[in-house]
Each structure stands twice: as structure tokens, then as C-alpha cells.
């Protein structure tokens, strides 16, 4: 079946360290996204990528870091700069960037304890 | 301003009845306008999507945008209580809502 899978579903991450999030794809996307969701703020993007070795930050990639070595993935690691880490971190994938329809991974619970 | 807006509700209507979930936007460029369904500690599921203006439905779900008023909108109806979930408003890939808590009482 083709679809995003995200891994880990649970992670918690002691303060000061980094964890890498992993997101794999299986539609033959270009693109590729990261997105950050906290009650009540909705989705927020964190990093996107149109095209392979090449990505792009978005409005808070403040203390994350990606890469895109290849088409069919794209993890995000959480920094110790992050401030605020705790969330729920969803991947996404669409065909190209802009006017076209994302779909989603199952999403990744991150908390710092 | 924020790209989107969205009233967060939440929303709760007895089944059957139609429901009107909406969003405004700022930028009168924007073109392509999606749906999405969120089930709790789920990824949003792609409900539907129009490009630029006008009406589309699908089975008891109708997407509309007014670009005229910058207004986009979605009506359920027949409303399920498996409809209970949270609906985001986006545009292109960029821009999303808060989403609106919707629960549909039996």
C-alpha cells in the first residue's frame, strides 16, 4: 500500500539532547513537509523540501534541522536549541509544492521530560 | 494579519443536521484550497480540495469558495457521528487553520 509511515508514534527526548524523527515515503513525491501541531495553533510548518538535496525552512525552523538525500525520505531532527520541543509532529508528502494536495503520515508524539 | 483564520468552535449539532465549518484568508492571490479531517492523535485525512472559485461536492460533503470575500467554507450534511473530528481549513501546503472542533450527538 502506498503511503507515509512516521517513526517513532511515542518519543521523549531528555533536555539537552537531540532525537532525529523519521518519515518515509512511498508515493513517488517530490515533495516533501514537516509541520508542527500545538492545541489550538493549528499546523505550522517547520521545514519543506521540493526535490532531493534541497529543502527550505518555513515559519519556525528555529532549532530543527533536516536533510533530503533521498526521494523517498526526509527526517527531522530536533535540536537541543528547540526551546520548546514538546508537540505533535506531523509528515507530509504531495506531488509538487503548491496547488496540490498533501498527504499525511500518522504523526509523531515528541515530549521532553 | 495570519494567512488563515479559522473559528476553533467547538462545534457540537444532533445527527442529521448541516454543518458549516469556515475559514477566511488575507491574500487574494491564493488559489488552491483544501479540507482535511483529524481524528484525535491521528495525521489529517484529505476531505476535499477546489482550485480558485466555486463549488465542489462530494457525496455529503460540498467545499465552496468565495474569493470575492476571501471566504472558504464546508458543509457536511446529514451530519454522522462518525463526522466528529477536527476539520482544518489550508492553503496550498503552507497555510493552515486552527481546525474546528466538530462533535455530532446521536
Known amino acids: 500500500d502506498g503511503g507515509i509511515t512516521q517513526s517513532p508514534k511515542y518519543l521523549f527526548r531528555k533536555e539537552g539532547q537531540n532525537v532525529t524523527l523519521s518519515c518515509e515515503q512511498n508515493?513517488?513525491?517530490?515533495?516533501m513537509y514537516w509541520y508542527r501541531q500545538d492545541p489550538g495553533q493549528g499546523l505550522r510548518l517547520i521545514y519543506y523540501s521540493q526535490i532531493v538535496n534541497d529543502f527550505q525552512k518555513g515559519d519556525i525552523a528555529e532549532g530543527y534541522s533536516v536533510s533530503r538525500e533521498k526521494k523517498e525520505s526526509f527526517p527531522l531532527t530536533v535540536t537541543s536549541a528547540q526551546k520548546n520541543p514538546t508537540a505533535f509532529y506531523l509528515c507530509a508528502s504531495s506531488v509538487g509544492v503548491r496547488n496540490t494536495e498533501a498527504f499525511f503520515g500518522q504523526g509523531t508524539r515528541l515530549t521532553v521530560v | 494579519q495570519k494567512e488563515v483564520e479559522q473559528d476553533p468552535g467547538p462545534l457540537s449539532v444532533p445527527e442529521g443536521a448541516i454543518v458549516s465549518l469556515n475559514c477566511t484568508y488575507s491574500n487574494s492571490a491564493f488559489q488552491y484550497f483544501m479540507w482535511y479531517r483529524q481524528y484525535s492523535r491521528k495525521g489529517p485525512e484529505l476531505l476535499m480540495y477546489?482550485?480558485?472559485?466555486g463549488n465542489k461536492e462530494d457525496g455529503r460533503f460540498t467545499a465552496q469558495v468565495d474569493k470575492s470575500s476571501k471566504y472558504i467554507s464546508l458543509f457536511i450534511r446529514d451530519s454522522q457521528p462518525s463526522d466528529s473530528a477536527t476539520y482544518l481549513c489550508?492553503?496550498?501546503?503552507?497555510?493552515f487553520g486552527t481546525g474546528t472542533s466538530l462533535t455530532v450527538i446521536p
Open positions: 508515493l513517488n513525491h517530490d515533495a
Open positions: 489550508a492553503i496550498n501546503q503552507f497555510y
Open positions: 477546489t482550485y480558485s472559485s
